[in-house]
């Protein structure tokens, strides 16, 4: 899979519903998220001394994180991520999970016993375990957020506001149906994202421009853990 661009702003409720307003003529939603956009719920890994979480802060050049992510409440539908940023664009890597499987990741228990979940040959699944082992790689916090998404086949553009962002060092709630979490970001802001291969069309740009937005370097689970400890 190749390298993505990924634009990140912080955005306000009244510039989402302005940028909103004029991107629908332009874009199509993503169909997969009804009408009102749907819940994204995640939770993330790091080793025994945040390496991953230090990167973030450090702003790595390479850098990587590892998550387990359903949508909508589809606890029987879970995706293993791995994300990887490099010279400031983004490649993510997905491989679906059983229930068996994701609970396994989620336990840290790595006897005998469970070597009949690791495939044999190359996969995400088997690079997560070999971490587990050599640096204790575990569970630390859940993030959800509730996103709503364009998509526009010319140049490959997502745009997602992602609302309403909470974080929660609960993990072994991951499943539950609601989660007792912590707002992450100012009140009455959010994250507007904009990920593209190699061009971003002008009309969707001059869409997104309304004379306020800023670039900025944003990480969901640096935040939360920042809120969460």
Known sequence: MEYRNELKFMISDMDIERVRYRLLPLMSLDEHQGEHGY???????????????????????????????????????IRLEKKVKYRGMTQKIVQKLSREES???????LGKEHERIIPPQNSLLKDV??????KKLAPKCIVEYE????????GNVRITFDKNILGSRNTDRFYDFQIDGNPVMPYGYHILEIKYDELLPHYILQAVDIGNLHRQSFSKYYTARMAVG
Do not use: P, Q, W
């Open 39 to 77: 819940i994204v719920r995640s939770v993330y890994f790091d080793d025994i001394y945040d390496s991953y979480l230090d990167e973030n802060k450090a702003g790595t050049d390479y850098r990587k994180k590892y998550r387990l992510r359903f949508y909508n409440g589809e606890v029987n539908l």
């Open 103 to 109: 609970d396994f990741l989620l336990s840290g228990a």
């Open 129 to 134: 375990y070999f971490e587990m082992l050599r």
């Open 147 to 154: 996103r709503f998404a364009f998509v526009e086949s010319k």
